[in-house]
C-alpha cells in the first residue's frame, strides 16, 4: 500500500525529540539546533523540558518536507514514533503490535477483511480475532493482555505466569484512536514481513533502552545452538529474557519461555510465534522460585539454553534449601549460577544438552567446589568452553560456557572433561570477537569429543583432562590452567617470522619517511594569497559530495567498519546487529570520519575495506570525482585545528559536527597535488602501526621463550 503524504498537521500523531528529528532527516543533532535558531517558522515544542524538548511528528515532518529537507517519513519510522508515544509505554505498544502482526501473518485475509472498514468497526471486532490466533499459538491459558491493556505491564501481579492473568496488553478493548497504528503496522508487514516488522520495532526499542536489557548477542546465540546439536526438538530458556537463545535452534518444534519480567515474557512469547510454526508457551515468573515447567506436570525437554542472570545472592537461598532440583548439592548463596545450572539439568531428559553462559569466576569459587566435584564425578558436566572478553555483557570480562548432559543412570561417566580457550581468537580492537573463527573451533572439537569421547590437544586452545587430574582440593576448571603453551618448534619459527616482516617493514617505513618541510618564510615571490575556504556542509548542498550516517544494523554478512578500525588503520571488525534495513556499503574512494573522541581521524576507502558496513559513529563523505580528491578531502578533515573548530565539547565527550570542517577551494587538479602527499603521509602512517605491532608481538615472544625455555640466551 502507498505511504500518503500528509498536508497538515494530525493532532494525534505521536511527539518526537531532537535526536529523532535527526534521524528522520539524516543529519547530526547540531544541525537540528542550528535550524530551531535560524528559522523563526521551526515548529515549537510542545513537551518535554527545556534541555530536552519534543516536538510534534506531524508538524516537523511537514517543515522538513517544505523545507526539501525530507523527501517523505519512511513507514517503518512512522510506526516507530506511534510505539515511542504510546500512553502505556513502548512495551505495551510493542505487544499491541506484535499480537496484529501475528493475525497478519496467520489470518493475512481476516485481517484485510477487519482493516476494510471503518476504525470503529476494527476496534469492536479485532479483540476476538486476536484472542482466537493468540490461543492457537500460545495457549488457551496465555492471558497474554487480559484487563486493563494500557496498564504498565506486571503492575498488579509481578510473580504469575501469563497463563494466570497477566495484562500484558495484547488483547481486551481496543479504542478506535488506536487504529491508525495498528494499521501501520499492517502496512509495515506488507513491506518487511509480519516477523520483520516485530523485529525492527523490538530493535529500535532495545536500541533505545541499552541500559534495561541484557541481551545475548546473536553470534553468542547461534554458537550455544549449535552445541545443542541438531537433533533437539523440544527447548527451554528459564531466563529468556527476549528470545534471542531460543530463537537460534531453528529445528525446534516446541519452544518453552519463562522470565521474571512480565514485559520480556510478552515480548518473547510474540517474538517465537512470529519466527515459525514450533509450540510456544511462555510464563512470567521466577524459574528459581515458581518454576512454571516443573516436572513432573511438564515433559522433560531435548535442550535448555540460558544466559541466567549473574552473582545474585537473592535467588531464593532461604526457601529453596529443601528443593529437589539440588541433586549435585546445595548451592551456597553467593553460588546463584550452580542452582541455574541443577535447574537445567533438572529439565533435561537422559542424554539432552543444556549450554549455560557462566561468569568465569563459577569455575574457581571455593564456595562451589563440591557441586563442581559431583557434577564431574557422575558425568554431568562435559565442557567447558572461555569465549573471548567482548562476547557477551559485561564485555570487559572473558565468559565461559559450561556444556551438560543429563547422566542415564546405565551408562558410565566420561573419563574427562573437555576444556577449550578461545581467549586468543579475539579481532583485533578491544572487545570484538571473531565469531566465525570461535565457532569454527568450538564446534569442531565439541563435535569430535561428544562422538568419540576424545579431542586432539591443541596446545593453548582444546585439551580433554581426565576427570581424575581435576578432582583436588580445588577443582579449578578454568581452561587456561590446565592447556600446555603452545610447541617450542612453532614458537621458535613463528618469532623468526615474525623477525622478518618486521625488518621488512622497518625498511619500508625509512622509504616512505616524508621528506623535511622546507625552510618557513615568504614563499619566492611573496606571499601567496590564501585560497577560499568552504565547508562541507556547503560542499554537500552543492552536490560535491553525498554524506551518510553508518547505523552498524542491517541483514547480510558484510563485516561493520568500526570507529576503532578508523582509528587504527585497521579492517572491519564489527558485526551487523539484525535489522530489516539495508546496511550502508562502504565503495572505494569513499572518507570515513569518526564522530566521537576528538581524534581528527579520517580514512579514504580503499578495495581492501570497500563493501563493508558503516558502524554507529561514523559518518561518510561520498565526494563527486569531478568535483573533489577523495585524499585532499580526507588530509584536510584532519587538521587539528579544523577538527577543534568543528567539535562540540557540551559534556564528557567530544563530538565531531562533519558539516562545519572546512577546506580550501581550490581546482580539482591542485587538490591531485596535495592528495598525492597526503596519500603518501598516510601510507607511512600504516606502516609505523604495523611496524609497532609486529615489534610487540616479538618482544613478548622473546620474553615468553625465554623465560619457558624454547628460546636460549645465547
Excluded at 530458556?237 to 537460534?248: E, I, K, N, W, Y
Excluded at 581424575?468 to 618448534?489: M, S
Aim: hydrophobic share 45%.
Amino acid at each position: 500500500m502507498p505511504e500518503q503524504t500528509p498536508t497538515s498537521p494530525d493532532p494525534t500523531a505521536p511527539d518526537i525529540t531532537a535526536a529523532e528529528i535527526a534521524r528522520l532527516a539524516g543529519v547530526g543533532r547540531a544541525a537540528v539546533s542550528n535550524w530551531r535558531r535560524r528559522h523563526a517558522d521551526f515548529p515549537k515544542p510542545v513537551g518535554g523540558t527545556e534541555t530536552s524538548p519534543s516536538f510534534a511528528l506531524a508538524e516537523v515532518t511537514h517543515w522538513l518536507r517544505a523545507q526539501g529537507k525530507l523527501a517523505e517519513v519512511p513507514l517503518r519510522e512512522r510506526v516507530w514514533q506511534h510505539v515511542a508515544a504510546h500512553p502505556g509505554g513502548s512495551v505495551a505498544a510493542l505487544v499491541r503490535a506484535g499480537g496484529a502482526l501475528l493475525l497478519v501473518r496467520e489470518r493475512p485475509g481476516q485481517w484485510l477483511e477487519l482493516t476494510a472498514g471503518s476504525d470503529e468497526r476494527m476496534a469492536a471486532l479485532l479483540p476476538a480475532a486476536l484472542d482466537r490466533v493468540l490461543d492457537l499459538r500460545l495457549g488457551a491459558d496465555h492471558r497474554l493482555g487480559a484487563d486493563h491493556p494500557d496498564r504498565p505491564l506486571g503492575a498488579d501481579h509481578p510473580d504469575r505466569p501469563l497463563g494466570v492473568g497477566h495484562p500484558l496488553g495484547a488483547t481486551g478493548p481496543l479504542r478506535p484512536e488506536a487504529m491508525p497504528f495498528l494499521r501501520a503496522a499492517g502496512e509495515l508487514a506488507a513491506e518487511l514481513g509480519a516477523r520483520g516488522a516485530f523485529e525492527f520495532l523490538l530493535g529500535r526499542h532495545l536500541e533505545a533502552n541499552p541500559r534495561q536489557y541484557t541481551l545475548t548477542p546473536d553470534g553468542l546465540a547461534g554458537l550455544m545452538a549449535a552445541l545443542a546439536g541438531p537433533a533437539a526438538r523440544t527447548v527451554l530458556d528459564p531466563a529468556c529474557g527476549t528470545g534471542t537463545l531460543l530463537r537460534a535452534l531453528p529445528g525446534a518444534t516446541a519452544r518453552y519461555a519463562q522470565d521474571s519480567s512480565p514485559e520480556l515474557a510478552a515480548l518473547a512469547a510474540l517474538r517465537l510465534a512470529l519466527h515459525g510454526d514450533a509450540l510456544v508457551r511462555a510464563a512470567a515468573a521466577d524459574s528459581l522460585r515458581a518454576d512454571a515447567f516443573a516436572r513432573p506436570a511438564a515433559e522433560p525437554v531435548d535442550a535448555v539454553l540460558c544466559h541466567p542472570p549473574f552473582n545474585e545472592r537473592n535467588w531464593g537461598h532461604e526457601e529453596l534449601a529443601y528443593d529437589q532440583r539440588w541433586e549435585y548439592g546445595f548451592p551456597a548463596r553467593a553460588e546463584s549460577e550452580l542452582a541455574w545450572i541443577q535447574h537445567a539439568l533438572a529439565h533435561l531428559r537422559e542424554g539432552g544438552t543444556a549450554v549455560l553462559l557462566m561468569p568465569p569466576a563459577v569455575a574457581a569459587r571455593r564456595s562451589g567446589r563440591r557441586i563442581r566435584a559431583d557434577l564431574l564425578r557422575r558425568g554431568a558436566l562435559r565442557a567447558v568452553v572461555a569465549l573471548p572478553a567482548g562476547a557477551a555483557p559485561p564485555y570487559g570480562i572473558p565468559l565461559h560456557l559450561w556444556i551438560l548432559r543429563r547422566p542415564s543412570p546405565h551408562g558410565a561417566p566420561p573419563s574427562g572433561l573437555l576444556l577449550v580457550d578461545t581467549a586468543g581468537l579475539a579481532a583485533e580492537g578491544q572487545g570484538r570477537v571473531d565469531w566465525p573463527a570461535v565457532h569454527g573451533v568450538v564446534e569442531e572439537t565439541w563435535t569430535a569429543y561428544d562422538r568419540d569421547g576424545a579431542a586432539p590437544d591443541v596446545p593453548g586452545v582444546s585439551r580433554v583432562v581426565p576427570v581424575i587430574d581435576l578432582l583436588d582440593d580445588d577443582v579449578d576448571l578454568t581452561p587456561a590452567r590446565h592447556l600446555p603453551p603452545p610447541t617450542a618448534g612453532a614458537g621458535v619459527a613463528e618469532l623468526a617470522a615474525v623477525r622478518e616482516r618486521l625488518d621488512e617493514t622497518l625498511g619500508r617505513a625509512a622509504r616512505l619517511n616524508p621528506p623535511p618541510p622546507p625552510p618557513a618564510g615568504p614563499a619566492p615571490g611573496g606571499p601567496a594569497a590564501r585560497p577560499p575556504l568552504t565547508t562541507v556542509g556547503e560542499l554537500a548542498r552543492a552536490g560535491a559530495l553525498v554524506l551518510h550516517a553508518g547505523t552498524g544494523s542491517g541483514s547480510g554478512p558484510a563485516p561493520v567498519l568500526t570507529e576503532h578500525d578508523v582509528a587504527a588503520g585497521t579492517g572491519p571488525s564489527g558485526i551487523l546487529a539484525l535489522s530489516p534495513d539495508e546496511p550502508l556499503l562502504t565503495a572505494p574512494g569513499d572518507v570515513v570520519v569518526p564522530l566521537t573522541g576528538g581524534a581528527g581521524a579520517a580514512r579514504v576507502v580503499d578495495a581492501a575495506t570497500a563493501g563493508a558496513a558503516l558502524g554507529r559513529g561514523l559518518q561518510l563523505l561520498r565526494p563527486d570525482p569531478a568535483a573533489l580528491d577523495p585524499w585532499f578531502l580526507a588530509g584536510f578533515l584532519r587538521g587539528t585545528a579544523n577538527n577543534r573548530r568543528a567539535s562540540s565539547h557540551a559534556s564528557t565527550t567530544t563530538r565531531l559536527d562533519v558539516r562545519r570542517l572546512r577546506l580550501p577551494r581550490l581546482p580539482l587538479a591542485e587538490q591531485e597535488v596535495y592528495g598525492a602527499r597526503f596519500r603518501e603521509l598516510a601510507e607511512f602512517e600504516d606502516a609505523l602501526r604495523l611496524a609497532a605491532r609486529l615489534g610487540e608481538q616479538l618482544v613478548q615472544g622473546l620474553y615468553d621463550g625465554l623465560s619457558d625455555g624454547t628460546v636460549r640466551p645465547g
